[in-house]
């Protein structure tokens, strides 16, 4: 594997459940964390949405075919706004790792979505689908979900982009940029 690819880092900016719409902020960097190009969308909060606009984004961009993998902050944008990682992976032809900072917990993820939504059921099973697996950091550990790309070829891509702490720096710079631009600043833990 090449040390200067590049990723599409994929987040969701701060919002409250009584908004229609969250933007999503997407950024093209290559390793280790020179960022390249901003890219934004919106999907509808708690919507069905995610995966054809970030698909639509991420192609009809100039930087479709430059970026080598698609790092996602977990499973979802906008609340319960699922991204189907296989779609995304098909559609774009780019391997995609859903990270999160926490294990899932799907017993509790199975309520909320019992308690919120007729179609819970769909949607509960685009979440559990594929594998979580536990990656070790020199910090705490991450959870990954991974399409298109082997395990072990995921796990290098994580540790080219991540600098410092857990996140690789696709998702770190999109979560700054997306929480600067609704907030006029950027707080918080990346």
């Not at 390793?31 to 708690?46: C, F, K, M, Q, R």
């Not at 979900?145 to 072990?152: A, C, D, I, N």
């Amino acid at each position: 594997m090449k040390t200067n690819i590049r990723a599409i880092g994929i987040d969701d900016s701060p919002f409250k459940f009584s908004d229609e719409e969250v933007m999503v902020v997407g950024n093209l960097t290559r390793a280790p964390n020179y960022l390249e190009g901003i890219l934004s969308t919106h999907v509808e909060v708690d919507g069905t949405d995610a995966t054809d606009k970030i698909i639509d984004m991420i192609v009809n961009s100039r930087f479709s075919d430059q970026a080598k993998v698609i790092f996602t902050d977990g499973m979802a944008v906008g609340g319960f706004n699922i991204i189907e990682l296989d779609k995304l992976f098909m559609e774009t032809n780019i391997p995609v790792i859903s990270v999160s900072r926490e294990e899932p917990d799907f017993e509790t993820i199975k309520i909320a979505m019992q308690g919120h939504f007729d179609d819970w059921k769909d949607r509960f099973s685009l979440v559990d689908r594929g594998d979580i697996h536990e990656v070790d950091t020199p910090h705490k550990p991450i959870y990954i979900q991974v399409e298109g790309v082997e395990l072990e070829e995921a796990i290098r891509m994580l540790k080219l982009f991540s600098i410092r702490g857990r996140l690789p720096e696709p998702l770190r710079i999109s979560h700054i940029v997306a929480s600067g631009i609704v907030r006029g600043e950027s707080k918080g833990k990346p």
